[in-house]
C-alpha cells in the first residue's frame, strides 16, 4: 500500500508545492518569529471581541492563515519522522529568551514539542482551531470560539519556538 503524502497547502502563499516540512518552516523566513507569534496573538485576541481584525485589509489575515495551516501539517509530518532530521547540539549556556516558552527536554530536542502537541490533538483539531479562530476575528459578532482554544493556542506557540530551533540547529546534509 502507498503511503499518502500530505499536501501543505503552501501553493497560494509561498509557491511551493513539494514534500519537505523543512522547507515550509524555511519559508517562514519573511516573518520572524516574533511577529508571527504577536499576529497569532491578535488573531486570537479580536477572536474575542466584536471588533474586526484588520479590516482595511482582511487579505492579510488569510495570508496569516493559509500560512500556519501549512505550518500546522508541516509540524505534523516532523512529528511522524523526527529522527530523519539531524540537529546539531545546544550550546552549552542558553538563554532563557533563546528558549522561548520551551521547557528544558523541549528546547534540547524541540521534536518532542510537536509529538506532545499531536499526542494531544489531531491534525484536524488544530486546523478547526485555526478556522474557528480566524473566522471569529474576522466576524463583527460578540459570539466567541467554543471549546478549548487556549490549549490549542499554547501548543501552535510552542511549535513555532520549536520551529525556529530546529532552523537554528539543522545539519547541512
Known amino acids: 500500500m ?8 503552501a501553493r497560494f502563499w ?31 485576541h479580536f477572536a474575542m471581541k466584536p471588533e474586526v481584525f484588520l479590516p482595511n485589509n482582511p487579505s492579510l489575515v488569510f495570508h496569516f492563515y493559509t500560512s500556519l495551516k501549512s505550518f500546522l501539517r ?6 511522524l519522522k523526527p529522527k530523519k532530521v539531524k540537529l546539531n547540539e545546544p550550546p552549552d549556556y542558553v538563554s532563557h529568551v533563546m528558549q522561548g516558552s520551551l521547557y528544558d527536554d523541549e528546547y534540547t530536542d524541540p521534536f518532542f514539542v510537536f509529538e506532545r502537541a499531536f499526542e494531544n490533538y489531531s491534525l484536524q483539531q488544530f486546523e ?13 459578532y460578540i459570539d466567541h470560539p467554543k471549546g478549548n ?25
Open 74 to 79: 508541516a509540524a505534523y509530518v516532523l512529528n
Open 128 to 140: 478547526d482551531f485555526l478556522t474557528e479562530v480566524t473566522y471569529y476575528a474576522l466576524a463583527p
Open 2 to 9: 502507498k503511503k499518502k503524502k500530505i499536501d501543505f497547502e
Open 149 to 173: 482554544i487556549i490549549s490549542l493556542f499554547l501548543h501552535l506557540q510552542k511549535m513555532l519556538d520549536a520551529a525556529r530551533i530546529i532552523k537554528e540547529r539543522k545539519t547541512e546534509t
Open 14 to 44: 509561498a509557491s511551493y508545492s513539494e514534500t519537505c516540512p523543512l522547507r515550509v518552516i524555511e519559508l517562514f523566513k519573511s516573518d520572524t518569529l516574533s511577529e508571527t507569534k504577536d499576529r497569532l496573538y491578535e488573531l486570537m
